[in-house]
């Protein structure tokens, strides 16, 4: 009977409501409605994973937030704040974006802003979110809903559902600037199954490192490896949350082979290292997979750098392999300076294109794998030559 305190089928006393949590809607998977299914006889399992939603309070909830975040200046702030504000309402929010920003604009030619280049504390590890080895607590990981997310724009231009409404209106408003990036996005999973399958197949490896992970979708790196080796490891690196919930519960891999999961930032290559060694051996070789990833190292020193750090951590016979996005004109990249700089202010983490050049000191030490370093789209497709993308792809092997 509803508002009985105890459950008509197995008489379990209901649980107490807390903080003025409404009876009958504990956190699903622990309420006496997971465990018989719905009033109505249906027994629907709880959607997984769970993860904790930032709620959405009112106006002055949101503004506090928003100051507390503290990423980037006062104009991106309140830039933030009015797509916070205006989340889930349509284009009326876009109305309030400055007029140069509004859908379709192209002209203002402006570089991206260059934010600082340090890890985003809002964006790194939060203390909720757990990595595979760290020591288990059931506390969900809490995801922000107020801004858009990389991981979560990235999935949408790819088609898939995990992203939220801020999300949407951010990646379609880039999307509307940068109508390539689509392309972009699948030619970059694309060309991640074709580099896995080389790998795997006629190079004979079976560790991978793969910074960046992005939210699941179809061939991740380990269904690609396990297929070809069932014996694969496979270590995930992102500093999402939510690409770390969704990344466990549905990230699985083969008995005979391994895959794990950590939480950490590619600002931090000793982290990665030290928590991947507990699944990798760094004394055979390993091919570590930077995909769409150094974009987020602002600065090309550092990136260089971490690329240096942790290539030296490998053996010889390892390989690097990179996507990463340009500005070069002959690959259709000068759209996408507009784009980035109105990423840069609506959206998390900063981003930065590359020339050709640059990317390929990424590689500087190591041996290209034929076709070297071209279009990712153009490394070594299926079928006919594919239209260039402005996304530059390579694999480099450790001599
Ligand atoms: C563009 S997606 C690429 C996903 C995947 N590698 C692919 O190519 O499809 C970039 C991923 O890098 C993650 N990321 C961004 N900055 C990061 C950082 N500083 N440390 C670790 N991961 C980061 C994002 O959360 C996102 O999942």
Redesign the pocket.
Known sequence: MRGSRYCSRCGARRARPVDGAVPGRERPGTGLRAKHGAPDGSKRAPKAPFVRVRPRGGARARLRRGRARACGGARARLLRHRIGRFSGQGDHRAAQWPAEYRAGHRSTGKAPTAPTDR??PR??RSALVRDSHAPTSDAPPEIDTGVA???R??NHW?GGKDAYDVDRQVGDQVAGMFPVIRDV?RA??A??GRAVCHLAGERGVRQFL??????P?ADNTHETAQRIAPEARIVY????P??LAHARALLTGTPQGATAYVD?????PERILERAAETLDFGRPVAV?????L???LDTGTARDIVRRIMAAVPSGSFLTL?HPTFDADVGGEGNAAAMAFWNEHAV?PITARSRAEIASFLDGLDLVEPGLVPCSQWRPDAGTPAAVPQYGAVAVKP
């Open positions: 890890p985003r964006q790194t997310h990389n991981a724009v990235w790819l996005a970059d999973r060309f991640l793969d910074i960046g992970t992005g939210l979708t690196v992102d500093n999402d939510i690409v950490a930032d590619v600002h931090d997979m930077m995909l769409g990833i974009n987020f190292v996507t983490p």
